[in-house]
């Protein structure tokens, strides 16, 4: 029988084929096109990923992995908790949104896009789906990983002991809890909404919601989807306003801050009542499913919105106003007082004794001789004078530089008696030569210190010198630093790096007659090249970081050579410990030989119930408690960074801080008891002068 002309002539071998080839080109052009986007990604990332890997190497080389680890980990942690949850509700949403999809999609020419769409997807919608939920759920998952801090104070809670006076709630709760808790439920409502979006983006795309249609607009399946994930943002609302009374404890509403008047008597009942509101939302919205319309949402939706800006801004704005502002006095008088004595528990000052001193300007010979030491030690020299002075006298080089003078006391001959100090720090900008070489190789550190008496002139008027001049002489019976110490590696105002024991010799010092000296770096410091891959890879990874070639192919990086990083004092100690805060001003010690530098370090917070807030304007704008907003400080740290070997101590000064207690219960081996530190060393532990302004500055008012 002969086959009819207008059947479909049977595939052949060749057909089938070529069938085959186009479908594995697709893929092919897929699986190319993936490596191809993996490769680009890497290529961006690389230098992200020598920075991580090269501070992972920097932590060890201080003995602090375990402090990288542990921070690490939080973050890491959070964000993976953060990344798998939003991917769990984004790819559930999204997939119960094909499910829910009609059978039928009606079309019409304004779908175009969509159609397209469908047209370009095809049966990939799930690669779609998943990929969509895989993307966003890094970015979102990164978010809650930036709550790291409040993480790691939230698992190591300490309780303070006493309780606040609007909830009578261990301290603790609001310091360590309430930070985190209030973040993440923020972040679990931003999710929902986002995912909520997406949903609704899917419904649209698969004909679930159409918008030119004279059938239901929305489906049925899709209303009781929609009204889930609407219940499900009402009830986190809900625990985010019962977070809130807490919060009110911080308001600032009143003559005071912290719970006053109106935010206890009337935000507070608000507060109740906008919980009220939202755990009805959530059964309005629960109800809708099976109910016609969207009557219910929109009744909830409108009650919520009614009630915040009825009840929740204007009727506590009007009552502060028109009631409490005319009886202030009288209105807010118990809440001053709670505020005072939060205040004074707040920045340590409940305990401190109140001593008068009773002024006499009619002093005596005798008085003058009886107080002898006091006299001998009254400062005659400005600190701006005296850096002055020593740059003429004593800067020797362009490339040194005293970047300021602390004043200190030390035993000389058996007296207390006070003098002025300053570090001789490179200053790369003033090297003679401009080479990589000579400002990375060759000029790495500052050399010695000046020390001058406080008291005293020479004949021609300037400062006492007992310790100065290169190489450096002491006198006076200061105490002297080893010889084999006098480098500067670490100081202030210090940028970039410095690679040691090289092929190229370091210059030790230049002195006065032009004569140099050669040195080698000795100090526990630096991250050590290697040799083989793991010197490749350590030269490769630097060069990356510093977006400078010459670390990889120099000739003078020998495996033994040592990477200095974070060489400023206060970067450093960001760097190790970035939840203190530091004071604005490291000053210098000569202790045991040894150079070192002194920096007061503070806890803070700012959730401290019914504390007043500090006010930092007067700070030094170099000062870590400038522009930090606190109601809660304690120099709880006294942070020490030897200036020649980069050694980082952490010296717990004030035990009795539960801030600082929690920090030591997360990272054990990065804080040292005071007890541990020398006693040549704590006797130039000095009163912080950042906070002394602080207390000032709100007690001034």
């Not at 949903?199 to 889930?228: C, E, M, W, Y």
């Not at 308001?251 to 507070?268: E, F, H, I, K, W």
């Not at 007659?513 to 890879?537: E, F, H, M, P, R």
Request: charged letters at 20%; proline letters at 4%; a positive charge.
């Amino acid at each position: 029988m002969r086959p009819q002309p207008d059947l479909p002539r049977r595939p052949s071998r060749r057909d089938r084929k070529a069938s085959r080839g186009s479908r594995f080109a697709g893929r092919g052009r897929l699986v190319v096109g993936i490596i191809l986007g993996g490769l680009f990604l890497l290529l961006i990332s690389l230098r992200g990923i020598a920075s991580f890997y090269t501070d992972f190497l920097w932590f060890q080389s201080l003995d602090l992995a375990s402090v990288w680890r542990t921070v690490l980990s939080a973050k890491f942690s959070l964000t993976l908790i953060g990344g798998l949850t939003f991917f769990v509700l984004c790819a559930g949403n999204l997939t119960i949104a094909e499910r829910l999809a009609p059978a039928f999609r009606p079309s019409n020419g304004e779908d175009d896009l969509i159609e397209r769409y469908h047209d370009m997807v095809g049966e990939r919608t799930g690669l779609v789906r998943y990929g969509v939920s895989g993307v966003l759920a890094v970015m979102v998952g990164a978010s809650l990983g930036a709550s790291w801090n409040e993480w790691i104070l939230f698992t190591n809670r300490v309780d303070f002991g006493s309780k606040d006076a609007t909830f009578h709630t261990d301290i603790g709760f609001y310091v360590f809890q309430l930070p985190f808790l209030t973040s993440a439920l923020a972040w679990l409502f931003s999710g929902l909404i986002l995912v909520l979006i997406l949903t609704l983006l899917a419904h649209i795309v698969n004909g679930g919601i159409r918008f030119h249609t004279q059938l239901d607009r929305v489906t049925p399946q899709v209303k009781a989807h929609v009204s889930v994930l609407l219940a499900a943002l009402s009830l986190v609302q809900a625990g985010r306003y019962w977070l809130d009374r807490y919060q009110l404890t911080f308001s600032t509403r009143g003559v005071v801050d912290g719970a006053t008047y109106t935010d206890y008597n009337v935000q507070l009942r608000v507060t109740y009542l906008l919980i009220a509101i939202s755990i009805f939302a959530t059964a309005l919205f629960i109800a809708n499913i099976w109910r016609r319309g969207w009557v219910l949402p929109g009744m909830a939706v409108g009650l919520w919105i009614f009630v915040t800006i009825l009840a929740g801004a204007l009727v506590p704005a009007f009552v502060q106003r028109f009631r409490v502002e005319p009886a202030e006095s009288s209105m807010e008088a118990p809440y001053i007082k709670q505020n005072i004595a939060a205040t004074r528990k707040a920045y340590g000052l409940a305990e401190d004794d109140k001593t008068g001193f009773n002024f006499r300007g009619d002093l005596s010979d005798a008085d003058l001789t009886n107080d002898a030491a006091t006299v001998r030690n009254i400062r005659l020299w400005d600190a701006p004078v005296m850096a002055e002075a020593f740059e003429r006298q004593q800067q020797i080089k362009s490339f040194y530089a005293f970047n300021d003078v602390d004043v200190d006391r030390y035993e000389i001959n058996g007296e207390l008696t006070q003098v002025m100090v300053s570090a001789r720090n490179l200053r790369t900008a003033g090297v003679p030569q401009s080479s990589w070489e000579a400002t990375h190789l060759a000029y790495t550190h500052g050399y010695g210190v000046v020390v001058a008496k406080a008291n005293a002139k020479t004949p021609s008027g300037g400062p006492s010198l007992m310790s100065e001049d290169i190489p450096v002489r002491t006198s006076g019976g200061l105490p002297k630093t080893a010889s084999d110490r006098q480098g500067i590696y670490f100081g202030e105002n210090k940028s970039g790096y410095v690679i040691v024991n090289t092929g190229r010799q370091e210059i030790d010092y230049t002195d006065s007659g032009n004569q140099t000296k050669l040195t080698k770096y000795t100090g526990a410091d630096g991250v050590t090249i290697g040799s083989g891959a793991t010197g490749l890879l350590r030269k490769s990874a630097f060069a990356l970081r510093f977006g400078d070639i010459n670390p990889l192919i120099s000739g003078n990086v020998k495996p033994g050579s040592k990477i200095l990083l974070e060489r400023d004092i206060t970067a450093r100690l960001n760097a190790v410990a970035p939840f203190l805060a530091y004071d604005h001003d490291p000053y210098v010690v000569l202790v045991d030989g040894k150079v070192k530098y002194v920096v007061d370090a503070y806890t803070t917070t700012r959730n401290y119930p019914n504390a007043q807030r500090a006010d930092t304007g007067g700070l030094d704008g170099a000062s870590g408690l400038r522009g930090r907003s606190f109601n809660y400080a304690r120099n709880s740290v006294k942070a020490v960074v030897d200036a020649y070997d980069g050694t980082v101590d952490l010296y717990v000064v004030d035990a009795k801080d539960p801030i600082i207690q929690a920090y030591q219960k997360a990272f054990p081996k990065l804080f040292v008891a005071k007890a541990e530190a020398p006693k040549s060393l704590q006797a130039h532990f000095r009163y912080p002068e950042d906070m002394f302004r602080v207390q000032t500055a709100m007690w001034g008012k």
